[in-house]
């Protein structure tokens, strides 16, 4: 099977920063888009940031300008690089791939388990 594991998350004040970082495990042939999304207390989950396999990024109007995704695909890791936190970032952060198995024809989404990130002075 396929896990995401991340990592990265934690407590900081307002106008800090935080890298996570989300590794693709098991048997994999290849990988798609990367992405992350977050998911605050009474909020639905959204996209945050996504990646695409040659490096296109694409950022929601929020945060344009003080995340960076990034990717390695020599080691199946998305980064999320975010810079001048506030605290409406506040949220659970969760990784995700669009994967294709070994031995399957089809590419599905994994996700990751979600790592709190919690801006506050």
């Known amino acids: 099977q396929v896990q995401l594991v991340e990592s990265g998350g934690g407590l900081v004040q307002p106008g800090g920063s935080l890298r996570l970082s989300c590794a693709a495990s098991g048997k994999i042939f290849s990988i798609n888009d990367m992405a992350w999304y977050r998911q605050a207390p009474g909020k639905q989950r959204g996209e945050v940031a996504r990646i695409t396999f040659g490096g296109s990024t694409n950022y929601r109007e929020s945060v344009k300008g003080r995340f960076t995704i990034s990717r390695d695909n020599t080691k199946n890791t998305v980064y999320l690089q975010m810079n001048s936190l506030k605290p409406k970032d506040t949220a659970v952060y969760y990784c995700?791939?669009?994967?294709?198995?070994?031995?399957?024809?089809?590419?599905?989404?994994?996700w990751g388990q979600g790592t709190q990130v919690t801006v506050s002075a």
């Open positions: 995700s791939a669009n994967i294709v198995n070994n031995g399957s024809y089809f590419p599905q989404d994994f």
